[in-house]
Nanobody, 121 residues
Framework: QVQLVESGGGVVHPGGSLRLSCSVS????????VEWYRQGPGKQRELVAI??????KYAEFVKARITISRDNAKNTTYLQMDSLKPYDTAVYYC????????????????WGQGTQVTVST
């Protein structure tokens, strides 16, 4: 059974940094892509960043402040967030597109439970 666990959220002051982690466990063939989303209070969920084996992409509102990366050996994706601002306050979710054993292989997407990031004075 595949599971995603996010961690690394917390409370920081404006200008501070956090590194979120999204760890995948279970029997898998590959992690094809990982997306980070966020949902602020009273707002819709929005895409923050995407990483595949070939590329990374960022939402305009986080460019130059956020870096997405992955450690394939650990099946973990990271979201390094710097120069945090109050409007970055949200629950951050990772969504992984994963291939699991099957004939043919099974492609599905999995969501984590979310991790709270609060930026406040």
């Amino acid at each position: 059974q595949v599971q995603l666990v996010e961690s690394g959220g917390g409370v920081v002051h404006p200008g501070g940094s956090l590194r979120l982690s999204c760890s995948v466990s279970g029997t898998i063939l590959s992690i094809d892509a990982v997306e980070w989303y966020r949902q602020g209070p009273g707002k819709q969920r929005e895409l923050v960043a995407i990483i595949t084996s070939r590329s990374t992409k960022y939402a305009e509102f986080v460019k130059a402040r956020i870096t997405i990366s992955r450690d394939n050996a650990k099946n973990t994706t990271y979201l390094q967030m710097d120069s945090l601002k109050p409007y970055d306050t949200a629950v951050y979710y990772c969504n992984a597109h994963i291939s699991t054993p099957g004939t043919p292989p099974i492609h599905d997407e999995y969501w984590g439970q979310g991790t709270q990031v609060t930026v406040s004075t």
